[in-house]
């Protein structure tokens, strides 16, 4: 059955799809907190979600290269994009998902790795406290931390925007690629 485990040329397969519904869970969970008190207000709540900012935040750098390279991988097997315009449109707005869930964390990462305050991650003490300030290492995050964040999550709304005009206005096969049961790998040929 290993057929069902990598991607077939039209869908994807169970590797991809963990990652990529894991991942949207992950990402979801990491911006919900901020939302959430950006709307109402710290509470109990947002501490409670905002708490592993960090954490999550590195798992999703991790788990976004670990994607990239079975992206690659597997690239002669994914199900085609469309002809024109609107594929390339998807294959762009794809690639820069990628970009945003790489380069958010790791501008950060690096800041906390040349700040002040140092990096502690899952309780371990990743770069201690009080090491002196490293310019370079800072200002990146500084700049484009929460700008590049926000982009990615009006990306995300256009992505989810895109696979349910998919669904519901031309009716195709897009999100049944990526959820749900799929196309038989024989209908292929
Ligand atoms: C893909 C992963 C991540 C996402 C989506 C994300 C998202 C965000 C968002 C939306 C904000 C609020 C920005 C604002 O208030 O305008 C923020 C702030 C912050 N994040 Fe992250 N973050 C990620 C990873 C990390 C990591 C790995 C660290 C550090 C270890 C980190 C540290 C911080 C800090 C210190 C702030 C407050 C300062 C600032 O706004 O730059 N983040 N993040
Ligand atoms: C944090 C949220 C999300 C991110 C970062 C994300 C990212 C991606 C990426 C990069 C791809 C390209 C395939 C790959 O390399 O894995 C993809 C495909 C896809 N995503 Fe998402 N996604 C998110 C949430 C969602 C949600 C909520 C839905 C459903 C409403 C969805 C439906 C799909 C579908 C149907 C495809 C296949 C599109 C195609 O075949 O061209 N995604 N997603």
Redesign the pocket.
Known sequence: MAHRWRDNGLR?GLV?RI??WN??FI??WQFSGIVVNRLFGRSALTDLLNMTHGELGAAILVLAAL?AIW?FYNLRNR?P?EQGALGLA?RAG?AL??LL?LAIPALALLRATGSEWGLALFGFEIVPRGNERVEWMVAPANLLHGALAWTLLAM?AG??AM??IHRFVWKDE??R???GPAPLPQAAE
């Open positions: 994807y991809t990652f990529h991942m949207a990402i979801c994607r992206g199900p994009h998807a794809h998902l990628y869930m995300i992505h989810i696979v349910l897009v999100l690629r990526m959820a």
